[in-house]
């Protein structure tokens, strides 16, 4: 209607401003999509590498002591007691080896 209180300049860089800072948060907006979208590839492998544990453990419980005996001895290297019974652990595989990854 070209009755406003705001010259035409004002109101362009208004405008520009409003532009860019949308062009900003559109940015953002992406960058955390892909941030989620890692955290839940991220969740997905941790999620399969719980359930296969759990399976293991599951199947260890069940194991007799003889056969219990034979796996330890082929995921652990060293096994530490120290004082105060502080235990250190030295495994012959990673953790990907041991679940089959």
Not at 5 to 32: C, G, H, P, Y
Not at 52 to 60: I, N, P, T, V
Request: charged fraction near 35%; charge should be negative.
């Amino acid at each position: 209607m070209g009755e406003s209180k705001f010259s035409l300049e004002v109101l362009s860089n208004a405008i520009e401003k409003t532009k860019n800072r949308i062009l900003e948060m559109q940015q953002k907006q992406i960058d955390i999509e892909k941030q989620l979208e890692n955290e839940q590839d991220t969740i997905s492998k941790i999620d399969y590498c719980y359930e296969q544990f759990k399976s293991w453990a599951d199947e260890f419980e069940d194991m007799s002591l003889e056969r219990k005996k034979m796996v330890a001895c082929r995921l652990f290297k060293e096994i530490k007691v120290g004082r105060g019974y502080e235990i250190t652990v030295v495994t012959d595989v990673t953790y990907g080896q041991f679940i089959g990854v």
